[in-house]
Antibody, heavy 122, light 105 residues
Framework: QVKLVESGGGLVKPGGSLRLSCVASGFNITDYYFSWIRQVPGKGPEWVSYISGNSRFTDFAESVKGRFTISRDNARNSLFLHMNILRSDDTAVYYC???????????????WGQGTLVAVSS | IVLTQSPGTLSLSPGERATLSCRASQSVRSNYLGWYQQKPGQAPRLLIYGAYGRATGIPDRFSGSGSGTDFTLTISRLEPEDFAVYYCQHFGSRNTFGQGTKLEI
Protein backbone atom coordinates (compact mmCIF):
# COMPACT_ATOMS: atom_id res chain seq x y z
CA GLN A 1 0.00 0.00 0.00
CA VAL A 2 1.43 3.32 -1.09
CA LYS A 3 1.72 5.83 1.71
CA LEU A 4 3.29 9.28 1.90
CA VAL A 5 3.88 10.99 5.24
CA GLU A 6 5.04 14.59 5.50
CA SER A 7 6.63 16.21 8.51
CA GLY A 8 8.60 19.29 9.45
CA GLY A 9 5.93 21.95 9.35
CA GLY A 10 5.51 24.51 12.08
CA LEU A 11 5.54 28.17 12.99
CA VAL A 12 8.44 30.20 11.66
CA LYS A 13 9.18 33.92 11.53
CA PRO A 14 9.36 35.81 8.24
CA GLY A 15 12.79 35.43 6.73
CA GLY A 16 13.28 32.09 8.45
CA SER A 17 13.88 28.62 7.07
CA LEU A 18 12.23 25.25 7.33
CA ARG A 19 12.84 21.80 5.89
CA LEU A 20 9.91 19.58 5.08
CA SER A 21 10.29 15.82 4.75
CA CYS A 22 8.16 13.23 3.03
CA VAL A 23 8.71 9.54 3.69
CA ALA A 24 7.23 7.05 1.26
CA SER A 25 6.33 3.46 2.00
CA GLY A 26 4.83 0.61 0.06
CA PHE A 27 7.01 1.15 -3.01
CA ASN A 28 10.53 2.10 -4.04
CA ILE A 29 10.63 5.79 -4.92
CA THR A 30 13.75 5.56 -7.08
CA ASP A 31 12.04 5.68 -10.47
CA TYR A 32 9.40 8.26 -9.74
CA TYR A 33 8.99 11.99 -9.99
CA PHE A 34 7.52 13.66 -6.92
CA SER A 35 5.89 17.03 -6.43
CA TRP A 36 5.27 19.37 -3.56
CA ILE A 37 1.89 21.04 -3.62
CA ARG A 38 0.69 23.66 -1.15
CA GLN A 39 -2.76 24.86 -0.28
CA VAL A 40 -3.93 27.86 1.68
CA PRO A 41 -7.09 26.85 3.57
CA GLY A 42 -10.12 27.73 1.48
CA LYS A 43 -8.09 28.15 -1.72
CA GLY A 44 -7.16 25.89 -4.59
CA PRO A 45 -3.96 23.82 -4.51
CA GLU A 46 -0.79 25.41 -5.88
CA TRP A 47 2.03 23.40 -7.39
CA VAL A 48 5.38 24.30 -5.78
CA SER A 49 8.09 22.04 -7.15
CA TYR A 50 8.97 18.67 -8.63
CA ILE A 51 12.03 16.43 -8.71
CA SER A 52 12.89 13.53 -10.99
CA GLY A 53 13.82 10.09 -9.79
CA ASN A 54 17.56 10.66 -10.19
CA SER A 55 17.33 14.30 -8.99
CA ARG A 56 18.56 15.47 -12.37
CA PHE A 57 15.43 17.44 -13.17
CA THR A 58 13.76 19.92 -10.87
CA ASP A 59 11.41 22.82 -11.39
CA PHE A 60 9.83 25.44 -9.19
CA ALA A 61 6.85 27.77 -9.25
CA GLU A 62 7.84 31.38 -9.88
CA SER A 63 6.56 32.31 -6.42
CA VAL A 64 9.25 30.19 -4.71
CA LYS A 65 12.06 30.17 -7.27
CA GLY A 66 15.36 31.18 -5.68
CA ARG A 67 14.05 30.60 -2.14
CA PHE A 68 13.08 26.92 -2.12
CA THR A 69 15.10 23.88 -3.13
CA ILE A 70 14.06 20.27 -3.46
CA SER A 71 16.04 17.11 -2.86
CA ARG A 72 15.59 13.42 -2.24
CA ASP A 73 17.32 10.45 -0.63
CA ASN A 74 16.25 7.37 -2.53
CA ALA A 75 18.03 5.07 -0.11
CA ARG A 76 15.78 6.38 2.63
CA ASN A 77 12.67 6.63 0.43
CA SER A 78 12.50 10.30 1.34
CA LEU A 79 11.84 13.66 -0.30
CA PHE A 80 12.67 17.08 1.08
CA LEU A 81 11.60 20.65 0.50
CA HIS A 82 14.06 23.24 1.80
CA MET A 83 12.32 26.56 2.30
CA ASN A 84 14.33 29.73 2.87
CA ILE A 85 13.48 33.43 3.17
CA LEU A 86 9.97 32.47 4.16
CA ARG A 87 7.20 35.02 3.75
CA SER A 88 3.72 35.26 5.17
CA ASP A 89 2.25 34.22 1.82
CA ASP A 90 4.09 30.89 2.11
CA THR A 91 1.68 29.97 4.90
CA ALA A 92 -0.17 26.85 3.73
CA VAL A 93 -0.56 23.13 4.12
CA TYR A 94 2.23 21.46 2.15
CA TYR A 95 1.63 18.09 0.51
CA CYS A 96 4.00 15.73 -1.24
CA UNK A 97 2.44 13.85 -4.10
CA UNK A 98 3.23 11.30 -6.76
CA UNK A 99 1.75 11.30 -10.21
CA UNK A 100 -0.61 8.79 -11.73
CA UNK A 101 2.15 7.56 -14.01
CA UNK A 102 4.96 8.94 -11.95
CA UNK A 103 7.41 9.40 -14.81
CA UNK A 104 6.92 13.07 -15.56
CA UNK A 105 7.28 16.28 -13.63
CA UNK A 106 3.76 17.36 -14.45
CA UNK A 107 1.14 14.68 -14.07
CA UNK A 108 -2.20 13.94 -12.52
CA UNK A 109 -1.52 13.59 -8.82
CA UNK A 110 -2.77 10.26 -7.57
CA UNK A 111 -0.90 9.63 -4.33
CA TRP A 112 -0.91 12.35 -1.69
CA GLY A 113 0.33 12.62 1.85
CA GLN A 114 -1.80 14.04 4.65
CA GLY A 115 0.01 17.38 4.54
CA THR A 116 2.01 19.43 7.01
CA LEU A 117 1.11 22.97 8.03
CA VAL A 118 3.61 25.77 7.61
CA ALA A 119 2.74 29.06 9.29
CA VAL A 120 4.93 32.09 8.69
CA SER A 121 4.25 34.84 11.19
CA SER A 122 6.08 37.17 13.53
CA ILE B 1 -3.22 29.34 -18.25
CA VAL B 2 -5.87 30.31 -15.70
CA LEU B 3 -8.63 27.88 -14.79
CA THR B 4 -11.91 29.43 -13.67
CA GLN B 5 -14.46 27.21 -12.01
CA SER B 6 -18.15 27.90 -11.69
CA PRO B 7 -20.26 28.14 -9.76
CA GLY B 8 -18.34 28.96 -6.60
CA THR B 9 -20.93 27.11 -4.55
CA LEU B 10 -23.56 24.66 -5.73
CA SER B 11 -26.43 23.72 -3.43
CA LEU B 12 -28.19 20.47 -4.30
CA SER B 13 -29.82 17.49 -2.64
CA PRO B 14 -28.89 13.81 -2.65
CA GLY B 15 -30.20 12.11 -5.77
CA GLU B 16 -29.90 15.25 -7.90
CA ARG B 17 -27.51 15.77 -10.79
CA ALA B 18 -24.52 18.09 -10.36
CA THR B 19 -22.78 19.90 -13.20
CA LEU B 20 -19.51 21.68 -12.42
CA SER B 21 -17.69 23.85 -14.92
CA CYS B 22 -14.00 24.57 -15.51
CA ARG B 23 -13.06 27.15 -18.12
CA ALA B 24 -9.49 27.64 -19.29
CA SER B 25 -8.14 31.05 -20.32
CA GLN B 26 -6.92 29.51 -23.57
CA SER B 27 -7.48 26.26 -25.39
CA VAL B 28 -5.85 23.29 -23.67
CA ARG B 29 -5.29 19.67 -24.52
CA SER B 30 -7.92 17.54 -22.85
CA ASN B 31 -5.26 14.90 -22.18
CA TYR B 32 -3.93 17.18 -19.48
CA LEU B 33 -7.18 18.12 -17.73
CA GLY B 34 -8.20 16.49 -14.47
CA TRP B 35 -10.66 16.78 -11.61
CA TYR B 36 -10.17 16.29 -7.87
CA GLN B 37 -12.45 15.98 -4.87
CA GLN B 38 -11.42 17.31 -1.47
CA LYS B 39 -13.14 16.79 1.85
CA PRO B 40 -12.32 18.79 5.00
CA GLY B 41 -9.02 17.83 6.56
CA GLN B 42 -8.08 15.55 3.66
CA ALA B 43 -5.80 15.80 0.67
CA PRO B 44 -7.36 16.14 -2.76
CA ARG B 45 -8.36 12.86 -4.43
CA LEU B 46 -8.01 12.34 -8.16
CA LEU B 47 -11.35 11.60 -9.78
CA ILE B 48 -10.93 12.20 -13.52
CA TYR B 49 -7.81 12.35 -15.67
CA GLY B 50 -7.42 13.14 -19.34
CA ALA B 51 -10.78 14.94 -19.15
CA TYR B 52 -12.75 11.68 -19.36
CA GLY B 53 -10.93 8.84 -17.61
CA ARG B 54 -12.03 7.75 -14.16
CA ALA B 55 -9.28 7.04 -11.66
CA THR B 56 -9.20 3.65 -9.96
CA GLY B 57 -12.10 3.13 -7.59
CA ILE B 58 -14.09 6.16 -8.69
CA PRO B 59 -17.81 5.35 -9.10
CA ASP B 60 -19.30 5.65 -12.56
CA ARG B 61 -21.70 8.36 -11.42
CA PHE B 62 -18.70 10.68 -11.90
CA SER B 63 -17.99 11.63 -15.51
CA GLY B 64 -15.91 14.24 -17.28
CA SER B 65 -16.42 15.90 -20.61
CA GLY B 66 -15.36 18.89 -22.65
CA SER B 67 -12.65 20.16 -24.94
CA GLY B 68 -10.84 23.33 -25.87
CA THR B 69 -11.55 25.81 -23.10
CA ASP B 70 -14.69 24.34 -21.51
CA PHE B 71 -14.74 21.23 -19.35
CA THR B 72 -17.44 19.73 -17.16
CA LEU B 73 -17.56 17.33 -14.24
CA THR B 74 -20.94 15.67 -13.90
CA ILE B 75 -22.16 13.68 -10.93
CA SER B 76 -25.25 11.87 -12.16
CA ARG B 77 -26.97 11.14 -8.86
CA LEU B 78 -25.51 12.73 -5.75
CA GLU B 79 -24.70 10.54 -2.79
CA PRO B 80 -24.23 12.05 0.70
CA GLU B 81 -20.47 11.44 0.49
CA ASP B 82 -20.19 13.53 -2.70
CA PHE B 83 -20.66 16.84 -0.91
CA ALA B 84 -17.17 18.30 -0.96
CA VAL B 85 -15.00 20.80 -2.84
CA TYR B 86 -14.02 20.00 -6.42
CA TYR B 87 -10.99 21.31 -8.28
CA CYS B 88 -9.95 21.10 -11.90
CA GLN B 89 -6.29 20.87 -12.86
CA HIS B 90 -4.36 21.39 -16.05
CA PHE B 91 -0.71 20.78 -16.70
CA GLY B 92 1.38 21.68 -19.67
CA SER B 93 4.28 23.99 -19.18
CA ARG B 94 2.96 24.57 -15.69
CA ASN B 95 0.71 22.74 -13.26
CA THR B 96 -2.40 24.82 -12.52
CA PHE B 97 -5.48 24.31 -10.39
CA GLY B 98 -8.81 26.09 -10.39
CA GLN B 99 -10.12 27.88 -7.34
CA GLY B 100 -12.74 25.22 -6.63
CA THR B 101 -16.48 24.62 -6.52
CA LYS B 102 -18.04 23.80 -3.18
CA LEU B 103 -20.86 21.29 -3.52
CA GLU B 104 -23.10 21.62 -0.51
CA ILE B 105 -26.35 20.07 0.64
Amino acid sequence: QVKLVESGGGLVKPGGSLRLSCVASGFNITDYYFSWIRQVPGKGPEWVSYISGNSRFTDFAESVKGRFTISRDNARNSLFLHMNILRSDDTAVYYCARGLGGYAGFDFLYYWGQGTLVAVSS
Amino acid sequence: IVLTQSPGTLSLSPGERATLSCRASQSVRSNYLGWYQQKPGQAPRLLIYGAYGRATGIPDRFSGSGSGTDFTLTISRLEPEDFAVYYCQHFGSRNTFGQGTKLEI
